[in-house]
């Protein structure tokens, strides 16, 4: 079941940065993409072999590349602010998904990457559920 934390919104709202903000501009992404890697957090948190909180759901070692110390995007995501009109996308975002306030456009996904890699390992014998600009997502 999904609980809600204080830090939240901002975790989640920072790993969509780290994860997706190049996808804003894309013709076949924008604000959609942005949302989608908030719902697969979303979806991971409401299952039972990942915490119900979405900040610790982010945070997990090796689930959100952007958050591994060795990550590029790790320092971009600590230090952006709503100064940035990007992370204020996110931040949106972050709240429409957090609150029920769009639809899960992933159609229930919990995993994803991009196309610009060779699927993973748990991807190669899965059958994706939807493609929103360069993510493939996934529902295991």
């Known amino acids: 079941m999904l609980k809600i934390h204080e830090r939240d919104l901002d975790i989640l709202a920072r790993t969509i940065y780290g994860e997706a903000r190049g996808e804003l501009n894309h013709p076949a992404g924008g604000m959609q993409s942005l949302q989608a890697v908030g719902w697969v957090i979303k979806n991971r948190a409401k299952m039972v072999q990942f915490s ?6 982010c945070m997990q070692p090796w689930q959100f590349s952007c958050w591994n110390m060795n990550d ?6 600590l230090e952006t602010s709503f100064e940035d009109k990007v992370y204020r996308a996110c931040f949106l975002a972050a709240t429409q998904v957090l609150f029920d306030n769009v639809p899960d456009c992933t159609k229930g996904s919990n995993h994803y990457h991009s196309t610009n890699i060779a699927p993973p390992y748990w991807a190669v014998s899965q ?14």
Do not use: Q
């Open 52 to 57: 119900p909180y979405i900040h610790k759901v």
């Open 72 to 77: 590029p995007n790790r320092k971009s995501l």
């Open 127 to 140: 059958k994706p559920t939807i493609t929103i600009g360069h993510h493939i997502f996934y529902k295991l």
